[in-house]
């Protein structure tokens, strides 16, 4: 299995205010935490994403890749919007791991999307052969289909599904609605059915038949190709107990697929779309 999408951080409150105190996330989260953690799930790679939004946080996640096989790529942060980013896509190109670049647009207004110097820092990537991550919310669907056609020579990657506004026993129509959209688009590579189960806000207990149901619905839109198992860990930890827990629960989900589409979602949409080998 190679887990498409987890984070790293040396926890420090100023740095990751967002971090709820007294959580699992208010702690160290390093290496040695994911080598357990993977260790006890059966997953064999992984890929490490950006969770600040300083070019330190690359050059961090890089250092803890190259420390080990663990970790086979790093998703980075570099300032897109800056006319020289160019320099450090440059720099950080020469590492075989680092494989591709996020912004947190979630946080940002719609306007940010479809920024011309935003858009003129990911028009930059291709020729590296990065990836593009991207992060929203459901009601920035819209938008960022507006962003991927801008883009089409961009090889993109959406996080968490597109977190939808979830709720037990329905799934969100303008979410479909969204992603069956963004599914036509060929410069989409990947779907991460990751973070899900923080999306829950006003369910205390999550039902593990919508979980399902948002899998099926994620497959049935991007097909077994495209859609890659992520655990958005640890931030995962907020609502399951382990990492392992949702390891299992993507096992259990491919499980009634065949034997090659239980690898591509496990592990070869990732490696492809990430351009690594485990």
């Not at 420390?67 to 800056?82: E, N």
């Not at 820092?121 to 962003?147: E, I, K, N, W």
């Not at 599904?161 to 329905?170: F, S, T």
């Not at 958005?232 to 491919?254: E, G, H, I």
Request: proline content about 4%; overall charge negative; aromatic content about 8%.
């Amino acid at each position: 299995m190679l887990d498409t999408h987890h984070h790293l951080w040396a926890y420090n409150k100023d740095e990751y205010d967002w971090i709820p105190t007294g959580t699992p996330l208010a702690q160290d989260q390093l290496l040695p935490e994911l080598t357990e953690a993977t260790s006890a799930a059966g997953v064999t790679g992984t890929i490490a994403v950006q969770a600040r939004q300083v070019i330190e946080e690359s050059d961090a996640l890089l250092a803890m890749a190259e420390a080990g096989d663990l970790i086979q790529g790093v998703v980075g942060w570099v300032p897109l919007v800056d006319a020289k980013v160019g320099a450090e896509l440059e720099r950080l190109a020469l590492h075989s791991k680092f494989r591709g670049v996020r912004h947190v647009l979630q946080d940002e207004p719609d306007e940010y999307f479809l920024r011309d110097d935003f858009h003129r820092g990911l028009s930059q990537l291709p020729g590296h052969d990065l990836c593009y991550d991207l992060l929203l919310f459901q009601r920035q669907l819209p938008v960022a289909t507006q962003l991927v056609d801008r883009q089409p020579d961009l090889k993109i990657i959406i996080d968490h599904i597109a977190k939808p506004e979830a709720r037990n026993g329905r799934i969100e129509e303008a979410w479909r609605r969204g992603m069956k959209e963004l599914s036509r688009r060929d410069n989409i590579q990947g779907v991460k059915f990751s973070g899900l189960v923080t999306e829950f806000h006003s369910d205390p207990k999550i039902d593990p038949d919508t979980i399902k149901a948002y899998f099926h619905e994620s497959l049935e839109l991007f097909g077994a190709d495209r859609l890659m198992f992520g655990t958005d860990w640890p931030v995962c930890l907020l609502r399951v107990d382990s990492y392992q827990t949702w390891a299992a629960t993507v096992r259990d989900l491919v499980s009634t697929l065949s034997a090659d589409e239980q690898s591509q979602i496990l592990t070869q949409n990732g490696t492809n779309a990430y351009s690594i080998s485990v």
